[in-house]
Structure formats: C-alpha cells, structure tokens
C-alpha cells in the first residue's frame, strides 16, 4: 500500500522511479530492479509496468511469466497504457492471465512456457488501451479482429485501426496496415504504399518487417531491385532470431547473392535457421554436407541434417536419407530402411522418390511383401500417369511390367514404356540400355544398349556409370577402352557405388590396359571390403597375404579371408597357404581342484 506521505528522508517513489530508469540506462540491470521494486512500494505504477518488463525480459532478475504476469497486470489495471498493450500482446502469445496462475504452478511458468492464446482476454485489454489513444492498444486490437476466431474477426475495423496506429508511428500499426495493404495491391503505386509502411515499421525493429522489406527488395514488388540492401534487412531480422531471414541470409552468403560469397558464414547461419525448426535449412545443409563443393563432404552431418528436415516434413531430404541408407554413406548400409524414407518421400508427393520405389523393387532393396503392397497398389497409378504423358510414371509402370511387381511381367511392352520415360529420365535410360543389351524383351543389342547407359551415365547416375565402364572392359556394345572405364568407374566410386569401388581394386591391380598400381589397389579392395563386398574382402585379404601394395599383414589378410568364406567364397586355399597362428600367450586356465575319488569309485562316476 502506498503511505498518503513521505517520511522525512526517505525518497519518494518519483526520484526511485527516475534512479531507476537512469540505472537501467547505464545497463546496471539488477540495481534498476532493487530501485524500480521500491518505487512500485511507494505506489509508482510505472515502476509496476517497469518491473514486470524486467521479469518477462529477464533484465536484472531470472525470467519469469508468472512475475512478469502479475505486475504487468497489476499496471495494466492502474490505467497504464503501455501496460494495458502489452498485456493483450503477452495474452495473444499464450502466457496466463496473473488470476490464472495458482501460487502451486506459478513455478512452472518461471520460464518462458506459454499456453493457448487467450484473444478474448487480449481483446478486452486492448480495447481498453485503444480507446484511451494507444498506438500499441490499437495495433493489438487489429490483430485480434483479423487472426482471432471467426466470430471476432472485422476487417474492416482492424484496416481503420491499423491505419490510425501507422499513422501514430507505431511499428506494430505499420506492419499490420502493411499487410493488409498487400492483400489488394494490385497497381504499382498501391504496391509502392506496402513499401512505404514496411519501411516505416522495419525503421522500428520489427524482425517481421525486416523480413517482408527484404523479400520485396529482392523480387523488386513495389520498389527496384536491391540484392545488397536486401541482405542487410535479411541481416536484422536474422539477428533477432527471424528464423526465414536466417535461412535467407545463409543462401545469399552461400551464393553470393547481394554480399560476399561466405559458404562457411552461410552454413552457419542455415544451421541456426534449422535448429530454430526450418526444414529446408535443414535439407539445404544436408545437401552443402553430402555434395560437397564449397564445404567438405561428411556424409555423417549430411544424415543428421537430412534427418531433422526429413522429420519435420520435408520429402527430398527423407529420399535424400533414403538414398544414404542405400548405399551406407554416414550411416550403417540398410536397405529396409533406405526403402522406408523413400516410400516415405514417394508418399508425401516427391517424383523421384517414385522412381527409386521402382529401382528399389528391381535391385530387391525393399522387403517382398512391402514391395509387393506398395506397387501393386501404386501399379494402376503408375499406368494412369504414363497414359498422360508423365515420363515418371511411364518409368515406374515400365519398371513394373518388367519385373512383373504389382502387375503380370511384359518385358516386350515394359520396353515401350521405358522407351519413352527414357527421353528425360537418366533412371529409365540406365534401365532401358540395360534391357537392350541383356535381349530383354528384345533381340540383344548391346550397341544401343551402350549408347542409353552412355546417356544415363553422362546424367550422373552411378548404376549407369559403372555398368558402362563393365562394357568399355569387357568390349561389349563397342570398342574396349579401359582407361575410359577407369574414369566411369571412378565417378561412380566417389558417390559410394559398391561395385565400382571393386571394379577399381581389380583394374589398377594388373592385367588390363591401364598402368599397375597395387597401392591404389588395395586402398579401393579395402573401401569395398569395409562396405560389405566379399569379392573384394578375398582379393584384400590376398593383398596382405602377399605384401601387395603395402605391408605384409597375415593375421589382418585372415581376418579377411574368413569374412569371403562366410559370404560362400572359395578362401580355404588362401587361408591354408597362410603360416599358422602364433601360440596364445595367455596361461592354460587351472583345472578344477577336486577330491579324489574313493577307494574302488572310478572318477567321474558315482
């Protein structure tokens, strides 16, 4: 209670309020708060509306809603107009009226922890604020009248107040006429008065703004082209924690787009915007992780990344993690799983997700049964899709006819399917190439067979890159250059393909037209052998048996030799040429120490 006089020598709540406010002025936060606390005693309303500032922002004393909540209502009930829009804004954001909160759960709003909005709350409040000439109060009350529940919304209300708040130099007021501008901005000059108030209220901070002024710099909607004076708003809103202008600003530093190229800045700030929950930062870092090029490839981040954004929603980052799975690139090598992120890619819409379903069912990378219920209930699908045209549809039911998976196998009309897929599609050009040359539903020809792998492996796909460099080996479809296959094998290899990292080991290790480089060698063999690969775990195990392309390593070559023979290989002439084992130099574990047996027992027995 407030003492209706001052005791001589004891400052009034006046000069607390003012010691107070010039503390907090010189950033001495906790000695503001000890003042603006005595003031509130005295009877300063302001000093209530100050304290309760100094709780929800947690200058001077730990953040605290509950706190925060109760002087901010004890202001607001006291006439104080700013109190009164910041309760309504408070509200809206889900924290509890200061009556709401039992002194039992006020520690469990000690933290920012909010609840549903309360907007019939935050109406009465800025209501009360608004119709006493509030800015704030009416930039509050427009916002409960256009996103509110149905039965409070008025429009036409909310323009008027809006525009009356603008009108005061009010950013919230300015940023709400902005938008309800743009929504009927049709002719240049009424788009050029959107830039007008956007501006008005990113001059007050609002990262909101910021970010609606830089999109508009960007497209140049309403004003010229400013890529330089677009980065610099993305660049405010970004550091007030703008979750969209961070993932903006990390692309423009990745591109260069309107500042200095910066992968490494750029990454930074995609991170932040996808720890703040952006799934498309999140897959866009998962790609810079996996693709490399400006940053270092590390499959490891690439899964983490993917999987966030892949979990948050995001279809080409759940098929991009399928796609790790698939070949065993950061994470363990598993193709059930691998076949559940791509259905799950498929399912949320993404195209080439459906195309690998069909891949997945030809290389046996998906359960049977789940294989058999995805494209059996996908196989009329498919053939609608390719019956208007869509060549990923004419892929995936050519994938079907020939492997006969959802509908009864045609090679011939599966064929006439991928033919036409193979226009535009690398994934029906290395299948279509390969029918060809195999005489899969046709004479063979390997001929042109070769010349549609050709296509698919020049697209970048690495079944097709290493399958060409099996032709260029072997002479099949053409002439055989090795060199060539050296080079097509090679690019398959670097994106993880099993077979080419083999196919390496056994080119460069002798016997073929390129130059012998064991070292080389044994580091593909090893690569392959790591990731599963039991021809390639006999031919390492061979290599060190025999010294070839490094050291020695006899027990190292039976380690691997032993996991060939597991796989069904013929290792047992290898592993009998290795010397034996060198004797354990652990001691003989002492027998057990019995009692003898008696007179006429024989041991053992009872």
């Not at 004419?394 to 011939?412: H, I, M, P, S």
């Not at 890159?465 to 080996?473: H, R």
């Not at 392959?528 to 390639?536: F, I, K, L, V």
Request: net charge neutral.
């Amino acid at each position: 209670m407030a003492l209706p006089f001052s005791l001589p020598g004891l400052p009034t709540a006046a000069r607390l309020l003012r010691q107070a406010e010039d503390a907090a002025a010189r950033g001495q936060h906790v000695q503001a708060v000890k003042l603006f606390a005595r003031a509130a005693e005295r009877g300063s309303m302001q000093a209530e509306f100050r304290l309760a500032r100094a709780y929800l922002e947690g200058r001077g004393v730990p953040p605290s809603i509950a706190e925060g909540m109760r002087w901010l209502q004890r202001a607001a009930q006291a006439d104080i107009l700013e109190a009164q829009a910041l309760m309504a804004g408070m509200l809206l954001r889900g924290a509890p009226a200061a009556k709401d909160i039992a002194p039992e759960a006020a520690a469990l709003f000690s933290a920012n922890k909010a609840q549903e909005p309360d907007y019939e709350a935050a109406r009465t409040w800025a209501r009360r604020a608004a119709e006493a000439g509030s800015a704030e109060g009416m930039a509050m009350l427009a916002y409960v009248l256009t996103s509110g529940p149905e039965e409070m919304r008025d429009i036409a209300e909310a323009r008027r107040l809006y525009q009356e708040s603008a009108a005061k130099d009010c950013p919230q007021g300015a940023l709400g006429y902005a938008i309800i501008l743009a929504r009927e901005a049709k002719e240049p000059e009424a788009q050029r008065l959107v830039i007008h108030w956007l501006q008005r209220a990113a001059a007050g901070g609002l990262p909101t703004a910021q970010f609606m002024l830089a999109e508009a710099l960007d497209r140049g909607a309403g004003t010229k082209t400013d890529p330089e004076a677009a980065v610099e708003s993305y660049r405010r809103a970004a550091e007030q924690g703008h979750r969209s202008a961070q993932a903006r600003l990390g692309m423009a530093l990745m591109t260069g787009r309107g500042v200095e190229k910066n992968p490494s800045t750029g990454e930074s700030w995609l991170r932040r915007a996808a720890l703040a929950g952006d799934p498309d930062s999140a897959a866009v870092v998962g790609d810079l992780y996996a693709k490399g090029g400006d940053l270092p490839p590390n499959y490891l981040e690439a899964a983490q990344w993917y999987r966030r954004a892949a979990e948050a929603g995001h279809r080409t980052a759940a098929r991009a993690l399928g796609m790790l799975y698939l070949t065993g690139a950061g994470v363990p090598r598993d193709e059930e799983e691998a076949a559940r992120w791509i259905r799950l890619s498929a399912e949320r819409g993404d195209a080439a997700a459906r195309a690998d379903l069909g891949n997945l069912a030809l290389l046996g990378g998906t359960p049977k049964d789940a294989a058999e219920q995805d494209l059996a209930r996908n196989c009329e699908f498919f053939h609608a899709a390719a019956e208007k045209g869509d060549p990923i549809g004419a892929f995936n039911y050519g994938v079907c006819l020939a492997e006969g998976v959802g509908t009864q196998k045609d090679e011939t009309q599966a064929l006439q399917w991928l033919r036409k897929a193979a226009e535009t599609l690398a994934n029906a050009q290395f299948w279509y190439g390969r029918m060809l040359s195999e005489g899969r539903g046709v004479a063979p020809n390997p001929e042109e067979g070769r010349a549609w792998l050709t296509r698919a492996a020049e697209a970048g796909m690495p079944e097709a890159q290493a399958a060409l460099g099996e032709m260029l080996v072997n002479a099949r479809g053409g002439p055989k250059d090795h060199a060539q296959a050296q080079a097509w094998f090679t690019r398959a290899a670097e994106k993880g393909h099993l077979g080419a990292l083999f196919a390496l080991g056994a080119l460069l290790g002798g016997g073929h037209d390129v130059p012998v480089d064991r070292d080389a060698a044994r580091g593909w063999f090893r690569a392959a052998a790591e990731r599963g690969h039991p021809q390639a775990q006999l031919m390492l195990g061979r290599y060190l048996a025999r010294g070839l392309g490094g050291q020695q390593d006899i027990e190292g070559a039976r380690q691997w030799l032993e996991k060939a023979r597991a796989h069904g290989l013929d290792a047992a002439p290898d592993l009998a040429a290795l010397p034996p084992p060198p004797p354990s130099t652990e001691p003989e574990p002492a027998p057990d120490l019995q009692a003898p047996p008696a007179a006429g027992q024989q041991a053992g027995r009872g």
